[in-house]
């Protein structure tokens, strides 16, 4: 799971940056969400032929 | 002598690191740890003899409220009532013995996230407790 990064005043990120849960983890995850400073990743769901 | 010109401090700030720099809405930040002195005077002293005792400390900021994602007001409401971890350094340059990076945590105890008059910035005054010794990095 990766989230992007969506302020610029995260130290040690940049925005628009993707990180990881273990790059994002000292910082506390729940708490980087809560203040909006991260969105997970969503991986779009790949739709196979015999799907559609 | 090397005196400053105080422009840029660097204030940080976080809930299991300082994580969330908020250096350019601080307009004064002022860091100061003390030791409590215990008196260890006996007969025959000729004057009062102290040793070092507890670390107590205090940091003091006014801030600017700003109500955008991981910024001023968002972070410091997040945090209220319980303890954040925070540095403060002199300048954003490498920390070195002559800019030596300032870590410690406070406890939140109260947050202004409305305040002022009409016509004024909205400026939040905090006075923290620090809640743990001061650790200063040289390296």
């Given at each position: 799971m990766s989230y992007t990064i969506l302020?610029?005043?995260?130290?040690?990120f940049k925005e628009g940056d993707t990180a990881t849960v273990k790059e994002l983890e000292p910082h506390g995850i729940e708490w980087l969400l809560s203040v909006g400073a991260i969105q997970s990743t969503t991986t779009p769901k790949t739709i196979k032929k015999d799907e559609e | 002598m090397a005196v400053y010109f105080n422009q840029g401090v660097v204030f940080k700030i976080g809930?299991?690191?300082?994580?969330?720099?908020l250096s350019d809405h601080v307009s004064s930040a002022t860091l100061t740890w003390k030791y409590d002195s215990l008196e260890v005077t006996s007969?025959?002293?000729?004057a009062h003899k102290y040793v070092q005792g507890l670390q107590s400390g205090q940091l003091d900021l006014e801030i600017f409220n700003d109500?955008?994602?991981?910024n001023v007001t968002a972070t410091f409401n997040s945090v209220v009532g319980a303890t954040a971890f925070c540095s403060l350094q002199?300048?954003?340059?490498?920390?070195?013995a002559t800019n030596p990076l300032y870590s410690f945590t406070i406890f939140?105890?109260?947050?202004?996230p409305i305040v002022g008059a009409?016509?004024?910035?909205?400026t939040a005054s905090y006075s923290y407790q620090l809640n743990s010794v001061v650790t200063k990095t040289e390296v």
């Open positions: 302020v610029a005043n995260l130290d040690g | 809930t299991a690191t300082p994580s969330v720099t007969m025959g002293d000729l109500l955008a994602a991981t002199q300048t954003s340059a490498a920390t070195s939140v105890d109260q947050v202004t009409v016509g004024e910035m909205s």
